[in-house]
T-cell receptor, first 114, second 113 residues
Framework: DTEVTQTPKHLVMGMTNKKSLKCEQH?????MYWYKQKAKKPPELMFV?????LSINESVPSRFSPECPNSSLLNLHLHALQPEDSALYLC???WGAGGNYGYTFGSGTRLTVV | GESVGLHLPTLSVQEGDNSIINCAYS??????FIWYKQESGKGPQFIID?????DKRQGQRVTVLLNKTVKHLSLQIAATQPGDSAVYFC????????????FGSGTQLTVLP
């Protein structure tokens, strides 16, 4: 298995809703990432998990809450989002320290906040 | 290319011609570089990478050139095909525990029939 799987592919949520994005990989990668991508812009790093521990939070608002239940799974919990949070949310993984540099990205979750 | 406002730089090439996509990176401490292809509605797809101890690397139909003196990276695509139409991003990173990547602004490649 050489893929990063993200669910759902599309999500529409209201500003008072609570939802979660899920990411899964079975490549044995030990680093996992959340990126946010607005239209016609490059992906921007949000969070990094290394060996299941949060190692980087790029000053992301607390309405985004990441979770790494185990080495294969990464969640992003969403609560009280704003319309400007609408974007493509990408998950990625790689071997982390000492391993292959290349990242593998999932296809993303297209989030619309109404 | 470099971004101007919200507009992606664009490159249009005839099918069968060679394409060259350019990228200026910002951090002289970056020691590896990756080119990604992103089709509409999909995540970035790895194309090729290069480390700072190299100045050229070739893959299947693609070549990446690295000029550290001027902090410039280019992606050459030989015999461009319609399926190559996409946004291309360069990304730079530094060796370390988290292998973070910083993406460039991207270039929209359109292959004309």
């Amino acid at each position: 298995d050489t893929e990063v799987t993200q669910t759902p592919k599309h999500l529409v949520m209201g500003m008072t809703n609570k939802k979660s994005l899920k990411c899964e990989q079975h490549m044995g990668h030990r680093a996992m990432y959340w990126y946010k991508q607005k239209a016609k812009k490059p992906p921007e790093l949000m969070f990094v998990y290394s060996y299941e521990k949060l190692s980087i939070n790029e000053s992301v608002p607390s309405r985004f809450s990441p979770e790494c239940p185990n080495s294969s799974l990464l969640n992003l919990h969403l609560h009280a989002l704003q319309p400007e949070d609408s974007a493509l949310y990408l998950c990625a993984s790689n071997w982390g320290a000492g391993g292959n540099y290349g990242y593998t990205f999932g296809s993303g979750t297209r989030l619309t906040v109404v | 290319g470099e971004s101007v406002g919200l507009h992606l730089p664009t490159l249009s090439v005839q099918e069968g011609d060679n394409s060259i996509i350019n990228c200026a990176y910002s951090n002289s401490a970056s020691d590896y570089f990756i080119w990604y292809k992103q089709e509409s509605g999909k995540g970035p797809q790895f194309i090729i990478d290069i480390r700072s101890n190299m100045d050229k690397r070739q893959g299947q139909r693609v070549t990446v050139l690295l000029n550290k003196t001027v902090k410039h990276l280019s992606l050459q695509i030989a015999a461009t095909q319609p399926g190559d139409s996409a946004v291309y991003f360069c990304a730079e990173g530094q060796s370390g525990s988290a292998r973070q990547l910083t993406f460039g602004s991207g270039t929209q490649l359109t292959v004309l029939p």
